[in-house]
């Protein structure tokens, strides 16, 4: 008995020891001192101004904040549902800078995106503006020898990791594991939320990290995903939001995580930060050269951009709890349930996880008892287009819930969906030109490579970079859904990082903006529906019994088998995936033609037989517990 237990307790000893492994003021003021002494110094710019880049963009956000008077804000919005538009326009910000830069994300990886977002902050840092960057310490800059480096690149250049695991900035298995048993909830607590934050005049907010895949640049698998940009006085709000985090104790500066303390006071010292290296560095080039084409971003950003009077940014507060005195902490999560609440006409949702928490389904329910009842249209993730899994797997087991009790109409984005690749071709028209990785603009150093995904902390598929989507049957490049928005009655519209599921609700701190005009919630709801078309989405429907008597049975039984926490095995489930038939027009599942328009095509359309697949109906079938921490 004690030879199986002590794996266990090796663990458990483990997390006890690596908690009591912080740092003494003595060694962290030898690593402030070290930096101090050490800090590369040199600017590029000795002008008021810090040689900001002229942009039309921080230009309209200017505009707005001048016309605003207190009681009619002006705010100038654009929604970036083009992932070239969404980068393009984050670089010619940070070139523009005059002040301050401030950044907040959930992901930050070492491939393209993030070695040129990370190269254009220290440029503009250089060059005399503030930059700081908060990043959630699990899935970024997992490399402690280069943060040792990027401490020492400039005194306007300020990085702190949130919530790091054990005072470290790295994570590997073991530590996961013992952060999981040793103190769940702090460990399961994640910053999740997205901000690009200039001159607190404007800001970026969405779904999109610092990572190749989220801006179409992944060779493999890439996201559909959204941002919003907001100029004018809300940026205020962004900028609070931002202090807060930024000046709470789970925002560790470099110096106090011990791995990097520990290389900052070695001899010999850092290395210099040597600089970028691109896999690519022609669709670098070509991305850099557009920031700063007006024409380009008068054409792909401006001409799209709306004047909005009222808009508003919610923040959930650092460490939210489920204590009811620290509800307030959970105010963004609680402003959209109270807008979903009060939906009368028709709500729109886009969101990469159909899991929802227990407040969330008690809405939609009573929404669905309303007479007349609002229509409920669900844009998410199929098995074959999703990286998580086990948290589709969860979604799979209460579809009949959502049909029957929500009244939701659900459709799951294909992997191969048109409009995901023409975006992805949008993004990527040099890539012919480019031939194969180059090593131009290398540094000499071997190129750090994650194959990266949007790594949630939960029990199953958790470990990030090995949480691969399901492999399929037909060839080709994939796609997966990362955007979380909204759209209410067509009146008001949501972009964030908002996942609508219980991590959201209860664990993750999320953020977003919601911008209250009919225009841009049309716009909002237009992106969404497309994604629901049949060239893109399977539809969701109830199962047609083919087999008269045995069908009725199977049907029964697979009523009762759904409401089992545990051993919920019965195969046949409620509904299945529809496929539209050629010559057929699109139409809902309530459509008398429906059965006549469209064809079954299996539950996990697309998916190879694979160990993914088995893990999905396993956790299906007894994984109900575990819904919360997913």
């Not at 101090?36 to 710019?45: E, F, L, P, Q, V």
């Not at 900035?169 to 702090?186: R, Y």
């Not at 931002?242 to 011990?258: D, E, G, I, Q, S």
Request: proline share 7%.
């Amino acid at each position: 008995m004690l030879m199986r237990c002590r794996p266990l307790l090796i663990l458990l000893l483990s997390s006890v020891l690596l908690q009591g492994c912080t740092l003494t003021h003595a060694q962290i003021k030898r690593a402030d001192t070290v930096v101090t002494a050490r800090m590369d110094r040199d600017t590029t710019c000795d002008r008021d101004d810090h040689c900001a880049t002229p942009s039309p963009l921080l230009d309209a956000a200017d505009k707005a904040l001048a016309d605003s008077t207190p009681d009619k804000p002006e705010h100038v919005v654009t929604l970036l549902d083009d992932s070239q538009a969404a980068m393009v326009a984050r670089i010619n910000l940070i070139r523009a800078a005059k002040k301050s830069i401030d950044v907040q994300t959930y992901i930050w990886d070492q491939d393209d995106i993030g070695e040129l977002a990370l190269s254009e902050l220290i440029g503009a840092a250089r060059r005399g503006v503030q930059v700081r960057i908060l990043a959630d310490q699990l899935f970024s800059f997992e490399d402690p020898n280069l943060l040792a480096q990027l401490a020492l690149v400039s005194p306007n250049l300020q990085i702190r990791l949130y919530n790091p695991t054990f005072h470290n900035s790295q994570t590997p298995p073991l530590e996961f594991a013992a952060g999981i048993v040793c103190c769940f909830m702090k460990f399961n607590q994640r910053m999740h939320n997205k901000l690009l934050l200039v001159d607190d005049a404007i800001g970026i907010t969405g779904g999109r990290n610092y990572q190749d895949r989220y801006f179409n640049w992944d060779n493999d698998f890439d996201y559909v995903d959204r941002d919003v940009m907001v100029g004018g006085p809300v940026a205020n709000d962004m900028a609070t939001s931002f202090n807060l985090f930024w000046n709470h104790k789970r925002a560790v500066p470099l110096t106090h995580l011990r791995d990097v303390n520990r290389l900052i006071v070695r001899d010999p010292p850092p290395q210099a930060w040597p600089g970028p290296h691109y896999v690519y560095p022609a669709r670098v080039a070509v991305t850099q050269q557009e920031a700063e084409d007006n024409d380009w971003l008068t054409e792909h950003l401006l001409d799209d951009s709306m004047s909005v009077s009222k808009v508003e940014f919610f923040s959930d507060l650092p460490a939210k709890t489920e204590e009811p005195s620290r509800r307030e902490s959970r105010e963004f999560t609680a402003h959209l349930m109270h807008l979903v609440d009060n939906a009368k006409k028709e709500v729109i949702l886009q969101t990469p996880y159909l899991v929802m928490s227990r407040r969330a389904e008690k809405i939609f329910k009573q929404l669905h008892r309303d007479n007349p009842s609002p229509q409920i249209v669900v844009s998410t993730n199929s098995l074959a287009s999703t990286d998580a899994f086990a948290v589709y797997a969860l979604s799979y087991k209460r579809r009949r819930t959502y049909l029957t009790k929500f009244g939701f109409d659900i459709y799951e984005m294909k992997p191969r969906a048109e409009f995901a690749n023409d975006a992805y071709l949008q993004a990527n028209v040099d890539d012919e030109e480019q031939g194969p990785p180059s090593t131009a603009g290398s540094t000499g150093k071997s190129h750090k490579r994650f194959p990266g995904t949007d790594r949630r902390p939960g029990f199953f598929g958790s470990m990030g970079r090995r949480n691969r989507p399901a492999p399929l049957i037909s060839p080709g490049r994939r796609f997966g859904l990362h955007a979380k928005s909204l759209v209410v009655d067509d009146d008001l519209a949501m972009v964030g990082s908002h996942n609508f599921d219980p991590r959201s609700d209860h664990y993750n701190t999320e953020a977003g903006v919601i911008v209250y005009d009919h225009g841009f919630a049309s716009e909002l709801r237009d992106s969404i529906l497309e994604a629901t078309q049949p060239q893109n989405a399977w539809t969701i429907a109830p199962r047609k019994p083919t087999i008269p008597i045995l069908g009725q049975i199977s049907q029964v039984i697979s009523a009762v088998s759904d409401k089992l926490p545990l051993f919920d095995i019965w195969p046949f489930r409620y509904a299945t995936s529809y496929e539209l038939k050629p010559d057929c027009p699109p139409m809902q599942p309530s459509n008398p033609d429906f059965t006549r328009c469209y064809a079954p095509v299996g539950d996990f359309p697309d998916v190879a037989i694979s160990p993914k697949l088995i893990y999905t109906r396993l956790i299906t079938a007894f994984g109900a517990g575990v819904q919360g921490v997913l």
